[in-house]
């Protein structure tokens, strides 16, 4: 584990369900009694929570919860009915930060952190590390203080994730760690216990009545209500949730609080949620619906970031190239919003698309003017929001990367139907093809599912083909979980054998490899740039990445001192399917190696003027090559 207290673990998908068009004050209240459950003996702590809710009415003991959804309870005219006490007027005076916690008029509480310490350990993807971020702005403004010891904490927290169900078994195995904190080793200073996140959201009473595992859940778009939840913990016995999905919060107005002040790198949220409902994926019921972040305040966050050394900013969202912002802008005039709402060719949605607003591609334009000097990526999009206005807008700024996620899934066009993807194996290769004649250096990172519902062998083979083809230059390959409440779960079998999974995941992960290291290769003898970013924490040896998404470990001369954040011109000496290892040749500064070398001549790229049949290799002869 991390020792700073930030816990990293699998990869995450993020998640949706019902919408909630307002914030903590105009949530609804539901009372449920639960029964707790206990783990019998020999029995694991993930097969105990699997188990059939039926077994908790077995258990003697009982607890109330008060859970906040989407669902029951009191209207909102029998809470604002209610007066504001006294007790929270000492809290107006703290209006000035953004990151305010939010006030609830119908909850008086005094218990407003006081110097209590709180300990996260985050699980999943990159979009919750920004999470925790926001987390941790409102904990910090409501009087909470983050410790780095476990072991020194008031509050835990666990930030979660629920793409599959090895990350949840994980949880339970934790929370079951945790509670003997609790019971044995502080019974005399027990921590409270949370669970954030998109497991939250999914199994909220659950986790409540898991055997009093946890003590608070709260969901994604509920922080601002995260104090408040903490307070009502502490005045009573009863677990509490707030798992409310919103239609609009993006918390937008919070400056989050960086795990790692020392970063070059920062991920920054401009969009929330997910229209798209895969058939396979949890993250519309989890994460709820698409909304995306003024453009003024992403743009004024960059800025700050830079003014702060930050190097390298990644726009990040569930559906990021689905972006759209439909506020009037304070900057930017109505008459300057760009295109770039048209789907990529042979791509289509199962939900009707909204007109206007200004789209992704303007957002990148406006981000990459802010420093020529700071690097721009953006992840994870989905490959129907490729429109020629954002492909121009990566060709013509050198500080946009040339590195795009693009998720295949599957290379079978009746599995993709099955997956509710959207396109087809021809069009997929299309868009690859197309991609490749406008940005001829690109490279191009993936997701891919083994052994979804109902998958053949020979749609597996139509898979291997395409990653074939395609010659990706990362690729995160899992074998397919099924997931409750999703579209697969409700319409079809989870009915290709573990063990054909296993064989399945294992060959596509040996065709990456094997391609990807041909590629790598070829990049051998070749010189390119790279953002040092400091020393591994294993063998302290200097590493960085290229724009094409590469990890470099660098060979420095001796005489030359380099700080995080400094570009360097390398030339190639070796490479792996995961990495390469270059010799520094002198530091350089991004414009001027790119003044130097222009990215449209790096390498030919494809034949462009036809689109490839439907097997014909698309990789370009050195796709994401650095310059001769």
Not at 426 to 434: G, K, N, P, Q, T
Not at 493 to 522: C, M, W, Y
Request: glycine share 6%; proline share 4%.
């Amino acid at each position: 584990m991390n020792r700073i207290g930030l816990r990293t673990q699998g990869p995450s998908v993020l998640s949706r369900g019902r919408r909630s068009t307002g914030h903590a004050y105009s949530q609804r209240m539901a009372m449920s009694s639960s029964v707790a459950s206990s783990q019998e003996p020999g029995e694991t702590a993930a097969q105990a929570h699997r188990s059939d809710r039926s077994v908790l009415s077995k258990q003697k003991t009982k607890r109330r919860h008060l859970v906040f959804n989407n669902r029951t309870g009191p209207s909102l005219q029998h809470f604002l009915a209610q007066p504001l006490g006294d007790s929270t007027a000492h809290l107006e005076s703290a209006a000035a930060s953004s990151a305010e916690p939010e006030r609830v008029p119908y909850m008086s509480v005094s218990d407003w952190g006081e110097g209590r310490k709180y300990y996260v350990e985050v699980y999943g993807c990159q979009m919750n590390v920004n999470d925790t971020e926001i987390l941790m702005s409102v904990l910090n403004k409501a009087g909470y203080k983050r410790t780095m010891t476990l072991d020194d904490a008031d509050v835990i927290f666990l930030m979660t994730c629920a793409i599959r169900e090895k990350a949840e078994d994980r949880i339970w195995s934790r929370l079951s760690h945790l509670k003997s904190l609790k019971t044995k080793t502080r019974p005399d200073r027990a921590p409270m216990v949370g669970v954030l996140g998109c497991m939250a959201e999914r199994l909220k009473e659950k986790l409540l009545e898991s055997d009093r595992l946890v003590d608070v859940v709260c969901g994604p778009d509920a922080y601002r209500s995260l104090p408040r939840l903490l307070s009502l913990r502490a005045m009573s016995a009863d677990g509490v949730a707030n798992v409310m999905l919103s239609a609009d919060e993006t918390y937008a107005d919070i400056t989050p609080v960086r795990l790692d002040d020392n970063k070059i790198s920062v991920h920054l949220s401009v969009m929330r949620g997910c229209n798209n409902m895969c058939s396979f994926c949890i993250v519309p019921f989890t994460r709820g619906t698409e909304r995306s972040r003024d453009i003024d305040s992403i743009v004024s966050e960059v800025r700050r970031l830079s003014a702060q050394g930050v190097r390298e900013v990644t726009l990040l969202g569930q559906n990021v190239n689905s972006y759209r912002d439909t506020s009037s802008s304070a900057v930017f005039a109505d008459d300057e919003v760009g295109g770039g709402s048209d789907l990529s060719r042979g791509f289509s949605t199962i939900y009707k698309r909204k007109e206007g607003g200004r789209r992704f591609a303007e957002l990148l334009h406006r981000v990459a003017q802010i420093d020529p000097e700071m690097r721009v990526r953006f992840t994870s999009p989905h490959p129907k929001d490729f429109p020629d206005e954002l492909l121009q807008v990566i060709r013509d700024n050198p500080n946009v990367c040339r590195s795009i996620h693009l998720p295949l899934q599957s290379g079978s066009t009746s599995c993709l139907q099955r997956m509710r993807r959207g396109y087809s194996r021809e069009a997929f290769l299309e868009l690859v093809h197309h991609i490749r004649s406008v940005i001829p250096d690109v490279a191009f990172s993936t997701d891919v599912i083994a052994g979804f519902c109902g998958e053949t062998e020979d749609e597996h083979r139509e898979t291997v083909d395409v990653m074939r083809a395609v010659g990706f230059d990362t690729a995160f390959m899992f074998a397919y979980s099924m997931r409750e409440r999703t579209h697969a779960h409700r319409k079809y079998s989870d009915d290709v054998p573990a063990d054909a999974k296993g064989r399945r995941l294992e060959e596509i992960i040996a065709t990456f490899h094997d391609v990807a290291r041909e590629k790598n290769q070829r990049l051998v003898g070749m010189q390119g740039l790279v953002l040092y970013e400091g020393l591994t924490k294993k063998r302290g040896r200097p590493f960085g990445s290229d724009d094409y998404g590469h990890k470099v470990f660098l060979n420095m001369p001796p005489s030359l001192q380099l700080k995080p954040g400094e570009y360097v011109k390398v030339r190639i000496e070796a490479a792996t399917s995961a990495s390469l290892t270059a010799a520094v040749v002198e530091k350089t500064t991004l414009a001027r190696y790119y003044s130097d070398n222009p990215q449209a001549n790096i390498c030919a790229g494809p034949i462009v003027g036809r689109a490839p049949s439907s097997l014909e290799p698309v990789v370009a002869e050195a796709a994401g090559a650095l310059a001769v």
